[in-house]
């Protein structure tokens, strides 16, 4: 860890409503070279379907990653299924 960054090695995975949990586990296992940790459910927002917002730490899969924190953005349709809006880096 570079001297003066934050060590958020000590986030602990959150508990997700089970319809957030489910989007969640759908998006991310399309996602490659990257593991994903929720860590704080954020809120919903109902549009035509429902956006989820999240934060979640990203491990990369390489040797003596890194991990940050990541905001993700989950669209669920009426039909139930999800789709990634969005994945961006929150600066600490």
Known sequence: MA???WDISEIKA??????????????????????????L?????VVNGTNYCLI??????IPNDTPILVKFVIHVDDNNKATLKSI???GL
Do not use: C, I, M, W
């Open 56 to 61: 979640a730490v990203r491990h990369l899969v």
């Open 3 to 5: 001297f003066g960054s």
């Open 14 to 39: 959150v508990n997700l409503p089970q319809k957030v949990a489910t989007a969640f586990t759908e998006v991310t296992g399309e996602l490659v070279g990257a593991d994903y940790v929720p860590v």
């Open 88 to 90: 961006s880096r929150l």
């Open 41 to 45: 459910y954020v809120g919903k927002q």
